[in-house]
């Protein structure tokens, strides 16, 4: 079994700054991508960020500059630094990681329970 657990949401003032954290625990081989989403009411759920094993980063154009991704692999954790926060940012944040099993060796995509960030004056 595996579990992804997400922590670090909450409310912020706007240009306040956040860090969700999402650790990976149970049975894995190896990661190949962990990556953030967001979905805010009525809306689609969106990419936010993505980082490979190999520390290669993706950003969604609306946090670019202001987000940044980082991954310890050691630990199975990745984290998002959001700076600079906008009532826009407010959303529920998931934490999704796309991995091997060390119990079956097979690829799977698995998603945290979410958090969220909250950003008002």
């Known amino acids: 079994q595996v579990q992804l657990v997400e922590s670090g949401g909450g409310l912020v003032q706007p240009g306040g700054s956040l860090r969700l954290s999402c650790a990976a625990s149970?049975?894995?081989?190896?990661?190949?991508?962990m990556g953030w989403y967001r979905q805010a009411p009525g809306k689609q759920r969106e990419l936010v960020a993505a980082i490979t094993s190999g520390g290669s980063t993706n950003y969604a154009d609306s946090v670019k500059g202001r987000f940044t991704i980082s991954r310890d692999n050691a630990k199975n954790t990745v984290y998002l630094q959001m700076n600079s926060l906008k009532p826009e940012d407010t959303a529920v944040y998931y934490c999704?990681?796309?991995?091997?099993?060390?119990?079956?060796?097979?690829?799977?995509?698995?998603w945290g329970q979410g958090t969220q960030v909250t950003v008002s004056s």
């Open positions: 149970g049975s894995i081989f190896s990661i190949y991508a």
């Open positions: 999704n990681a796309d991995f091997i099993s060390g119990s079956d060796y097979v690829k799977y995509d698995y």
